[in-house]
């Protein structure tokens, strides 16, 4: 029976020192964790701040973009503006020069303010400086506007904003006060006009009229064959034939008197020809077209004629017969126009054209009969200017 209780060793449990021992071990463990822990909390409540007062900075510097440029530094005396420039150790400074305004006018942006977040309290500060950019030059925002003013710059406002904060109950990462800072650069010129509209169109063009025997005033279309709708559209003549008689909305096309609304052409009378002017449009936002010509043409006039001859009164049947066709025609003178294309349609006659304007008709035979002719009149200097019909020149020989 004794047998019955025999003691084993392995059932005997952990000794006091075993479970010392396991203590000791899950207390170092347990306290490396809450170290951790702790320094993670402290790391986490660290970004958080961080991140309040990245948004406390972009949030004053939009306010600061949100003036009137030319009110900027209203309220910021030199002296002021000067005494918290050099109290700043902002790095940015470096690219900029402190300025002062009208102290007497009402502060536009705020020197410093305050702005309590959860549980913190951050201090805004915000500077402003001007720098200087070369005239024309493509920087990217904040970049290359320098304390050192060079030839040929544009004069530029920056902006410096800097957010602090103290450090309270656990230790945080940054140590002592806490800070963060940016900047921004503000140009006080005129923002070039967002255009709407597209750019204006031209193309050349060719408006033809007949001769007129007293002088006329042609009008002439500029803005609307070129499909402009913008109101505020105008053509400016770059130049014009010499002689030409062009009207700039009722005034003669000069050096001078180029740009206007109406173009006319002041047509002389008994004159025919080609007379050409070169003009662009350009719109409200300054948006020009190309340079096309306006090419005005007058065509000459004819008109029937008729004469008779009488071959007893003639020297001999060779004797020419002047008839003077264009008497009746526009221009009755001058040597600006030629007869053109003449046929004979009828008869044994022939016929002449002299440069005064008149035909000379030869019956060149006994017999009577009556002879025809068509013909045009085609401008001199321009031979596809013809005039739009021909006429007919009727001669009735009699013995």
């Known amino acids: 029976m004794q047998g019955l209780h025999r003691s084993d060793d392995r059932d005997e449990g952990f000794s006091l020192i075993e479970v010392v021992v396991a203590l000791v071990l899950l207390g170092a463990v347990a306290a490396a964790s809450a170290v951790f822990f ?88 915000t500077l402003v400086g001007i720098c200087y950019r070369t005239n024309g030059s493509n920087q990217t925002p904040g970049g290359g506007c320098t304390a050192t003013k060079p030839s040929n710059s544009l004069e530029l406002y920056r902006v410096i904003v800097e957010v602090s904060w103290t450090p309270g109950g656990l230790a945080r990462a940054c140590g002592g006060a806490c800070i963060t800072r940016s900047s921004t650069v503000i140009d006080p010129s005129d923002d070039t006009p967002w255009s709407v509209l597209s750019a204006p169109t031209a193309f050349s063009s060719t408006e033809t009229f007949d001769a007129r025997t007293s002088a006329a005033t042609l009008s002439l279309r500029t803005l609307v064959d070129a499909g402009n709708t913008d109101a505020a559209s105008k053509f400016v003549v770059a130049s014009a034939d010499a002689g030409s008689a062009f009207f700039v909305d009722n005034a003669a096309y000069s050096s001078t008197n180029t740009t206007g609304g109406t173009l006319t052409y002041r047509l002389p009378a008994q004159v025919a020809g080609s007379f050409k002017a070169r003009y662009f449009i350009r719109n409200s936002d300054g948006q020009v077209s190309k340079t096309v010509a306006k090419t005005v043409v007058v065509r000459p006039v004819v008109a029937d004629d008729s004469a008779s001859i009488v071959l007893k009164n003639l020297a001999s049947p060779t004797t020419p017969t002047m008839v003077p066709v264009r008497n009746n025609d526009i221009p009755s003178t001058g040597d600006s126009v030629v007869i053109s294309d003449l046929t004979r349609t009828a008869g044994t006659c022939t016929a002449t054209a002299q440069g005064d304007g008149r035909l000379a008709i030869v019956k060149g035979g006994s017999a009577a009969e009556t002879c025809r002719w068509t013909y045009t009149l085609r401008v001199t200097d321009d031979t596809t200017v013809v005039s739009a019909t021909s006429a007919t020149l009727t001669v009735t020989v009699a013995l």
Do not use: C, F, H, I
Request: no cysteine; charged share 20%.
């Open 38 to 125: 702790t320094r993670a909390a402290v790391a986490a409540s660290e970004q958080q701040r961080r991140q309040a007062a990245t948004s406390l900075v972009q949030g004053a510097l939009d306010d600061a973009r949100a003036v009137d440029p030319d009110a900027l530094l209203d309220g910021r005396s030199q002296a002021a503006a000067t005494a918290q420039w050099n109290a700043s150790q902002a790095p940015d400074k470096a690219a900029a020069v402190v300025k002062g305004g009208d102290g007497t006018k009402p502060l536009t942006v705020p020197w410093t303010s305050t702005v309590t977040l959860g549980n913190e309290t951050y201090t805004v500060n």
